[in-house]
Nanobody, 120 residues
Framework: VQLQASGGGMVQAGGSLRLSCAAS????????MGWFRQAPGKEREIVATIVWSDDSTYYTHSVKGRFTISRDYATNTLYLQMNRLKPEDTAVYYC??????????????WGQGTLVTVSS
């Protein structure tokens, strides 16, 4: 499995960015995918996840109502639309994938990170 994230950049508070993650190497119909982030000096945290087969989603509390995770089944691309960005959203964002039946942290695949910087 290969995951290629893109779309990071610098934006002012209140602005928007859309991250993309191109996935390849297998079919993902039985996988879940997600976005994680790691801010300087902090541990990596989950941001949002989506189950490929039924589009069920999860969002961490701090991004609910501002971020939207979605996927394009035809192109195996994962997205994260980030609106009303805040300085505390500044982090390196990673996309990841795992078999739907496993827990995160056991059989994960990771892409390289993409840096999001939100200025106040």
């Amino acid at each position: 499995v290969q995951l290629q994230a893109s779309g990071g950049g610098m934006v002012q508070a209140g602005g928007s960015l859309r991250l993309s993650c191109a996935a390849s190497g297998r079919t993902f119909s039985s996988y879940a995918m997600g976005w994680f982030r790691q801010a300087p000096g902090k541990e990596r945290e989950i941001v949002a996840t989506i189950v490929w087969s039924d589009d069920s989603t999860y969002y961490t509390h701090s991004v609910k109502g501002r971020f939207t995770i979605s996927r394009d089944y035809a192109t195996n691309t994962l997205y994260l639309q980030m609106n009303r960005l805040k300085p505390e959203d500044t982090a390196v964002y990673y996309c990841a994938a795992k078999p739907e039946s496993t827990a995160w942290g056991t059989s994960d695949y990771w892409g390289q990170g993409t840096l999001v910087t939100v200025s106040s």
